[in-house]
């Protein structure tokens, strides 16, 4: 069979609809978008809102996989919808959803406030060993301590990894994979001084404990941050620390 | 003003819907056959202890069809159970040479390698007795 010429291919998107003031349950409505080899998912959800449907709503801003606002389900997958192909996915319909485990406030939108709060609560900021006035100078770091937490600084809180996470779905005050690989970014890096404050909620049961290691964090990451290597490292730490302040506890922690 | 949020509920066979988590989901549940056959043998190795009467009716069970079925599954589950858990090990350790992390293939063959040499030594110095 030739193939169309792309213009006159088309493919299909079932997309989640949920619109609070006029509806108590989600839907799912259908649209026919043009098909085309260089396009992604959000491409297609740019062309049903720019001509199509314009009061389908999510969020979108750099097109690059850099923003981390794109993060949808797509076929069940968590998947930045910016890198997501069509190609990937034709000839066959295309199911997009809002990531699972987050309470839906309108069509692909999720609600981020638990997490936001829970980076707050984790301290995910450096706190310095001490003050400088810029007249002082810079905090030097060497590129092997700068190498210790580099791939945990990648993160670009998209949340596809909480959308994978089972245990964030069946707890949801599980701190989850991303707010503890950023605590563990900063307890790494040299410069911070806030690693014993971020420990209390980093290891509480909320925290690195209640992950079972399934690994679905790692596998969706778009950035390669490795967060269920973050909390299977915090909790070795962690068990050391333990271990140091039974067996040494006049010692310095 | 603040809109109804819809909270999609989580199914009961979250488990059963992708490959990974399932696989996951086997890794735990070999856990169980692991235990049983580690209590199952120190039960044995303290009653033989205790008398000959003991020792028969152990040597029965050992023989009996039922357990060299349950002993191939636990094989089976044993071997599942740690290719996974070293194929998980660089995850969980993370050693550094400098700059640079060490390749996780070594971390993998370390683990091995010590199953191996801590597998011969039971071979050699604990069997023979």
New interface residues.
């Given amino acids: 069979m030739i193939p169309m010429p792309n213009e006159q291919r088309t493919i299909t998107l079932d997309v989640f609809r949920?619109l609070?003031?006029k509806e108590e349950?989600?839907r799912f409505q259908t649209y026919t978008v043009p098909y085309r080899e260089d396009w992604v998912v959000l491409d297609a959800l740019n062309h049903i809102k720019d001509q199509m449907d314009g009061t389908l709503s999510y969020r979108w801003s750099c097109r690059m996989g850099v923003c981390g606002s794109c993060g949808m389900m797509v076929n069940?997958e968590p998947k930045l919808t910016c890198a997501a192909f069509l190609k990937d996915y034709y000839p066959n319909p295309i199911r997009v959803e809002p990531l699972?485990?987050f309470?839906?406030?309108?069509d692909l939108i999720i609600?981020l406030e638990d997490f936001l709060h829970k980076l707050k609560e984790l301290k995910t900021w450096i706190v310095p060993k001490e003050t400088k006035t810029v007249s002082q100078g810079e905090f030097l770091q060497t590129?092997?301590q700068?190498?210790?937490f580099k791939q945990f600084s990648m993160c670009i809180n998209c949340m596809l990894c909480y959308a994978a996470c089972?245990v964030y779905?069946?707890e949801p005050k599980f701190l989850g994979p991303a707010a503890i690989a950023l605590a563990q970014r900063y307890n790494l890096d040299s410069r911070d001084a806030a690693s014993a404050e971020r420990a209390e909620t980093v290891a509480s049961s909320e925290g690195i404990w209640e992950c079972?290691?399934?690994?679905?964090c790692?596998?969706v990451c778009p950035k390669h941050v490795?967060p269920?290597?973050a909390i299977?490292?915090a909790?070795?730490i962690n068990t050391k620390e333990w271990w140091k302040s039974v067996l040494l506890p006049w010692g310095k922690k | 003003m603040k809109t109804k949020e819809y909270i999609r509920p989580m199914p009961a066979t979250w488990w059963l819907h992708n490959r990974h988590v399932l696989q996951f989901m086997i890794r735990e549940m070999s856990s169980f056959f692991v235990l049983a056959f580690a209590i199952f043998l120190l039960v044995l190795l303290y009653k033989v202890n205790q008398g000959s009467g003991f020792r028969d009716f152990y040597v029965t069970v050992l023989q009996s069809g039922w357990f060299r079925a349950f002993a191939w599954i636990t094989l089976i589950f044993v071997l599942y159970h740690s290719i996974t858990s070293f194929n998980a090990a660089p995850t969980i350790m993370a050693p550094r040479w400098g700059e640079d992390k060490i390749d996780p293939r070594i971390v993998i063959a370390a683990n091995y390698g010590l199953w191996l040499i801590v597998s011969l030594a039971v071979l050699i110095f604990v069997l023979p007795s």
């Fill in positions: 949920y609070p003031e349950q989600p069940g699972t485990n309470p839906v406030i309108r609600n590129p092997e700068l190498a210790t089972p779905g069946i079972t290691f399934i690994g679905e790692s596998r490795d269920a290597a299977q490292q909790k070795v």
